[in-house]
């Protein structure tokens, strides 16, 4: 069996911690034989645990204490700490190595609910299990979310070669904002899901640009993302925002100008690599 979850970008802007899109890069869980302990074989870099403290095992185990140990195989194309969802496909793949192996027969929705749980906010485990755009709002008595296919554009990723943690970004935004800054931001981000959902990705993108939630702050720690952003400009893309809490920096621009684009931004010498991605529109599979 075979659980594949694709990457996901949160935010798009304005969207802070309610907007998620699923990206084409995924965390393939391979579930092997049973085993006498928990083992997860992988070749990613860094210190992920190969035992059973890794966090899809973790995961699993919290929501399905009984289960056998297995021997597991990940591959991912995800890169850590990128800001593109890495965390939230390994608790979405642990999610459903427990629906399977203990043949829970979650929903979708039931999956969304534990995910959140985990994670703490929806943004980017919701379309890592639904597919495509979803907007969401978390609430203290239960989350509401819709899903929506993204309207067609190029999509680049500039993935630097520079890690950020998430708790490193959210530590540089202010503790509060004043009623008439939170009104002006809502109203951007309402014009900007609305426009999504119309198809209208210049009039998006233009509202992606204007977020007051996180991005100016967050600015200082991704310097590039201005040169980005009037590189997009001059050569007709939509927009650039900050891939969840960055470091990678997503632009959508049209078809026609998005290799032109690839090559200015690759131009532009920053250690990063550019990526062509395509929307997900599945989210999490289960191959048998
Ligand atoms: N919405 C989150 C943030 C995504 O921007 O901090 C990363 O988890």
Redesign the pocket.
Known sequence: MRIQVPATT??LGPG??SCGLALDLYLTLTVCEESSAWQIEHQLAGDIPKDETNMIIQVAKKIAPDLKPHRLVMESDIPPAR?LGSSSAAIVAGIELANQLADLGLSRDEIVRLAVEFEG?P??VAPAILGGLVVCAKQPDRDFYLQHAFPDAAILAVISEEALL?SE??AVLPRELSYSDAVQASSVANVMVAALVAGDLRLAGEMMERDLF?ETYRAKLVPHLIEIRKKVAEFGGYAAVLS??GPTVLVLAPHEVSETLRQELCGLGFEAEVKQLRAEPSGVRVFK
């Open positions: 949160a935010n802070f911690d800001g906010h943004d980017n998430t970004s959210r996180h969840g809490a």
